[in-house]
């Protein structure tokens, strides 16, 4: 809803309840507060196609556009041969301007940041250039890649690069790999390394990140693969399905690709982090009939051309939220986009232009809606209910605040600002209801922009209990006479056991003095309790022999050094012993 007078809206939202009771003085005390947010910053309705502009159509077919930031290049055939071109789309009023015009061709461009790569014919096969913009006008272009065979579809996610190298291949088959380069690590004239080189043809790579994804026909058909180039880990099939599969595209960790349907072609994706890498689900972007094909990914924001209006139009769909929408349609093709954030570009040959017959390059920004209000909380008092949230500070096209009411759970949420709050309101009183004991009040605060976008509800409710029972008017019952409390019985006391008798031990000597290498003859005796008995014999203190024997045993002991000896039979913690010397 967008200014005006208040209207209506459906219910939505997760909600918080306030409980409160009447005070004595009538007034309104705050029992127990939560407050829960949602969390979408683009719900189902919010993103929007705003206002298209002409990126480049002086003339010249302008084909293959890439896109990074503010920063858009394209392959140019103004002067006949093919070169890059670029242009910046902020500020207002850039102009376009070469990036290459070296003789020869130059194709395919990619760019992220300020970095372009292109393919490059002017040694007589392809290899890859490249060239750093924020260096200025007079940035030299360097070689990246100049090897045997063509390198060709470069690639680039911030100083890391993939490309298609046929480096492998003969004057009688072709025999395509996945290469990669990091230009801030690897030496200037390095040629790469392999990503993946099995049997059969890795074609068309794309990248983001160290996640790299390409086409693969390994097992006789195009499939999608993907490798972590951080990770010791071996590549993977994205797809994992037994359809043709081709052209992906990366952002994250959500890859997309055209797939072979039974009568067309479908837009198909994977979110590489939301599932394991063997069994992850893999969705349906879009579901529509006709063909579609050429996707680009930004974010959770997925582009491609799109044949349902009989030629080729680019649409797009937010798949955080599901919803689908149309970029570029009309008379003539617009297809091929590529997305960054919230700009889309595309190759446009719409029916009357003054250069209709040729490719030019054009664009739009996609109008998200802003974040949800945080913070949303609500207070009951006696002159109505109290709504605070803090304001929207990352929303640079934020216009304000709408709040919205319902009076029952699934009811319909009314505005209650006939205007718009302005962006710095950070709360609102609503005085057109005071509470009333019994009733719950549910709230919306949404965020909208300058184009009219709300964003998703923050949303939290205010409840009063029933009106309480009159006061008592007879008096009260006199309490009952509780008796003293009994102490409690002690429990019996148990009678110890007396402890068990300590075993006895007896030497068998005449003497206490015996020679050393005669037979000593040792009896030890009970307790009937005990099991076993440990016997323990010493020399002069040291432990020198330790026997477990059964009660009532007896044995042989021959000292064979001079010295005091002690014998000590124990069962438990009880014991006694027995000494004689030797000499």
């Known amino acids: 809803m967008v200014g005006g007078s208040p209207g209506g809206r459906d219910s939505g939202g997760e909600r918080a309840l306030f409980r409160t009771w009447p005070g004595a003085a009538g007034g309104l005390l705050l029992l127990a507060l939560l407050v829960s947010l949602t969390a979408l910053l683009r719900p189902a309705d919010a993103v929007v196609p705003g206002k298209q502009f002409v990126v480049s159509d002086s003339g010249?077919?302008?084909?293959?556009?890439?896109?990074?930031?503010?920063?858009?290049?394209?392959?140019?055939?103004?002067?006949?041969?093919?070169?890059?071109?670029?242009?910046?789309?902020?500020?207002?009023?850039?102009?376009?301007?070469?990036?290459?015009?070296?003789?020869g061709n130059q194709r395919r461009p990619a760019v992220s940041g300020d970095f372009v790569v292109w393919e490059d014919d002017r040694n007589g096969d392809w290899d890859v250039y490249g060239k750093d913009l924020s260096l200025g006008p007079g940035a030299p272009e360097v070689?990246?890649?100049?090897?045997?065979?063509d390198q060709r579809k470069p690639k680039i996610s911030g100083k890391k690069l993939v490309w298609e190298d046929g480096?492998?291949?003969?004057?009688?088959?072709?025999?395509?790999?996945?290469?990669?380069?990091?230009?801030?690590?690897?030496?200037?004239?390095?040629?790469?390394?392999?990503?993946?080189?099995?049997?059969?043809?890795q074609t068309n790579p794309a990248i983001s990140g160290d996640t790299v994804v390409w086409e693969d026909d390994r097992n006789g058909r195009k499939t999608i693969y993907g490798k972590d180039l951080a990770s010791a880990e071996a590549e993977f099939s994205v797809g994992a399905a037994s359809a043709w599969q081709d052209m992906p595209a990366i952002s994250g960790s959500l890859v997309v690709w055209r797939q072979e349907g039974a009568n067309n072609h479908d837009i198909f994706g994977r979110d590489l982090m939301a599932e394991d890498l063997e069994t992850g689900r893999v969705f349906q972007v879009t579901t529509n009939a006709s063909d579609q094909w050429a996707p680009a990914v930004s974010g959770t924001v997925v582009v491609w051309s799109d044949g349902r209006n009989g030629d080729s139009d680019t649409y797009g769909k937010d798949?955080?939220?599901?919803?689908?929408?149309?970029?570029?349609?009309?008379?003539?093709?617009?297809?091929?986009?590529?997305?960054?954030?919230?700009?889309?570009?595309?190759?446009?040959?719409?029916?009357?232009?003054?250069?209709?017959?040729?490719?030019?390059i054009h664009g739009s920004n996609l109008d998200a809606a802003p974040a949800a209000p945080n913070g949303l909380s609500a207070t009951a008092a006696a002159n109505g209910v109290n709504?605070?949230?803090?304001?929207?500070?990352?929303?640079?096209?934020?216009?304000?605040?709408?709040?919205?009411?319902?009076?029952?759970?699934?009811?319909?949420?009314?505005?209650?600002?006939?205007?718009?709050?302005?962006?710095?309101t950070a709360s609102?009183?609503?005085?057109?209801?005071?509470p009333v004991p019994g009733a719950t009040y549910r709230y919306q605060v949404r965020a909208q922009d300058?184009?009219?976008?709300?964003?998703?509800?923050?949303?939290?409710?205010?409840?009063?209990?029933?009106?309480?029972?009159?006061?008592?008017?007879?008096?009260?019952?006199?309490?009952p006479v509780i008796p003293p409390a009994q102490p409690p019985a002690q429990p019996p006391v148990a009678t110890p056991r007396p402890a068990p008798a300590p075993p006895q031990v007896v030497i068998n000597t005449p003497k206490p003095v015996v020679s050393v290498g005669k037979i000593v003859r040792i009896t030890v005796r009970g307790p009937a309790s005990a099991a076993r008995l440990t016997l323990t014999i010493s020399r002069n203190g040291k432990v020198i022999s330790r026997k477990v024997l059964p009660p009532n045993s007896r044995f042989a002991f021959k000292p064979t050094s001079a010295g005091k000896y002690t014998v000590k039979a124990g069962a438990g913690d009880a014991g006694r012993s027995k000494t004689f010397r030797a000499r």
């Not at 480096?167 to 690897?186: E, P």
């Not at 949230?389 to 009811?411: C, F, M, Q």
């Open 428 to 434: 609102y009183l609503e005085k057109t209801a005071l």
């Open 167 to 201: 480096r492998r291949s003969t004057a009688n088959a072709y025999d395509l790999d996945v290469y990669y380069k990091d230009l801030a690590t690897d030496p200037p004239d390095s040629q790469g390394r392999e990503v993946s080189a099995p049997a059969g043809n």
């Open 387 to 424: 709504l605070t949230w803090s304001p929207n500070i990352t929303d640079a096209d934020l216009a304000g605040y709408n709040v919205y009411r319902a009076d029952a759970k699934n009811g319909t949420y009314t505005r209650l600002n006939a205007a718009l709050l302005p962006a710095s």
């Open 319 to 360: 798949v955080a939220t599901g919803r689908e929408f149309a970029v570029a349609t009309g008379a003539g093709p617009q297809e091929t986009p590529a997305v960054d954030g919230e700009t889309v570009v595309w190759e446009d040959q719409r029916a009357g232009d003054a250069n209709y017959g040729t490719w030019d």
């Open 450 to 479: 300058a184009a009219g976008n709300e964003s998703a509800p923050a949303a939290t409710s205010v409840s009063t209990p029933p009106t309480p029972a009159p006061p008592q008017t007879e008096p009260p019952t006199k309490p």
């Open 60 to 103: 010249g077919d302008k084909t293959s556009p890439s896109l990074s930031g503010g920063l858009v290049v394209w392959d140019d055939k103004r002067n006949g041969n093919s070169d890059i071109y670029g242009k910046r789309l902020l500020p207002a009023g850039q102009t376009e301007f070469p990036v290459t015009a070296h003789p």
């Open 143 to 149: 070689p990246i890649v100049v090897a045997r065979g």
